[in-house]
C-alpha cells in the first residue's frame, strides 16, 4: 500500500471537501438514511464495487446534496486508496470524481499505478423506495470517463488504450418492511466495459478488444438504525493474454455513527490481478454524506 503521507493526504481531502459541501446553505438533506447509498471506489453512488440507480447524497427533488469518499483495500500483494466526492442535484442528477492510487510493488518494484474518473448518472424513472403503487425500480443510466495516468506498464502487457469511457445502466429498490421487518435494498447494474481491472490496467487487449455487457449486484439489509451488512459481486472482462481477470465480490458492513457519517469495513475476493491469484483483501471507508 502506500505510505502514510498518501493516506493522510486522501483522508485530509475527503474530510475537506466533504466540510465544504456541509457550509454551504444551498446543501440539505431530507431523504432516508438507506437512501444515501455510499460512494464506490469510481466515485458514484451506490457500493463499494458496484453503482447504484440511487443519487448521492440526501437531498430530496428540491435540495442539493453530496458526499466525500476516502476508500483504502489492502490484499497480500496489492493496495488501492481511492479519494473522491460526489454532488447530487434534486434527487435527479448526479457528478462525481475519483482519484486511485494502485500499488503494484510486488509485480515490479515501486510501481504505482494511478487513475482518475469523472462521473455522471441520471435518474430516468421509476422510485428506489416499494409503495404499492410505485413498484418499479429506481433506474438510473450512468457514464464514467476513466483516464489511466501511469500507461507503460499497460501498455506493455498488451492494453491498447490509456483512457476509455463506461456506460452503465442501474436499477435500484428498497423495501422498509422486508426481511423479517428490516429494510432491504436490492441493486443490479449491467456495463458496458472494456476495462483491465477497472481500468488501472488500461482499457482492451491483445485477446480482446470489444466492449463486453459486465453485470453487477447488490444486496444489503439494514440490521439495526446504524448498521447494514451487505455483500457485492461485479462481473469483469478477461482481455489481456498476459493476465488472468476475475469477478470481484465482497461482503461488508456499514455503521452509521451519524446520520452524516459512515464508516464501511469488509472482507473483498479479488481473485488473480496482475498474475497473483486469489487476491483475499481487506477494506474500510470513510464518508462524510449530507
Not at 2 to 21: D, H, M, T
Not at 62 to 91: E, M, N
Request: aromatic letters at 8%.
Amino acid at each position: 500500500m502506500g505510505s502514510n503521507r498518501g493516506v493522510k493526504r486522501g483522508v485530509r481531502a475527503a474530510l475537506v471537501a466533504a466540510l465544504c459541501i456541509a457550509a454551504s446553505p444551498a446543501f440539505a438533506g431530507d431523504r432516508l438514511l438507506a437512501t444515501a447509498g455510499a460512494q464506490m471506489i469510481e466515485g458514484a453512488g451506490g457500493g463499494g464495487i458496484v453503482p447504484w440507480a440511487l443519487i448521492a447524497g440526501y437531498g430530496t427533488n428540491r435540495q442539493i446534496g453530496g458526499s466525500a469518499f476516502y476508500t483504502r483495500v489492502d490484499s497480500s500483494d496489492f493496495g488501492l486508496q481511492s479519494t473522491g466526492l460526489a454532488i447530487g442535484f434534486f434527487d435527479r442528477v448526479e457528478v462525481s470524481f475519483a482519484r486511485q492510487r494502485f500499488d503494484a510493488g510486488s509485480v515490479i518494484p515501486d510501481l504505482v499505478l494511478r487513475q482518475d474518473v469523472i462521473g455522471a448518472k441520471v435518474r430516468v424513472l421509476g422510485d428506489a423506495v416499494y409503495e404499492q403503487d410505485r413498484w418499479w425500480p429506481q433506474v438510473s443510466i450512468g457514464v464514467q470517463h476513466k483516464k489511466n495516468t501511469d500507461f507503460d506498464v499497460p501498455s506493455a502487457v498488451g492494453a491498447k488504450d490509456q483512457k476509455d469511457t463506461e456506460l452503465y445502466v442501474a436499477a435500484t429498490k428498497i423495501w422498509l418492511a422486508g426481511f423479517h421487518g428490516h429494510t432491504v435494498l436490492a441493486n443490479l447494474t449491467v456495463r458496458s466495459t472494456r476495462a483491465n481491472q477497472m481500468g488501472l490496467l488500461g482499457f482492451g487487449g491483445d485477446k480482446k478488444d470489444s466492449r463486453s455487457l459486465q453485470p453487477e449486484g447488490s444486496l444489503a439489509v439494514l440490521l439495526t438504525d446504524t448498521l447494514v451488512l451487505g455483500a457485492e459481486y461485479r462481473a469483469k472482462p478477461d482481455n489481456l493474454s498476459a493476465f488472468k481477470e476475475q469477478d470481484f465480490k465482497d461482503v461488508f458492513l456499514a455503521w452509521f455513527p451519524h446520520r452524516n457519517v459512515a464508516v464501511t469495513a469488509g472482507v473483498a475476493h479479488l481473485g488473480t490481478i496482475a498474475g497473483k491469484p486469489s487476491q483475499m483483501g481487506t477494506y474500510i471507508s470513510l464518508q462524510l454524506t449530507h
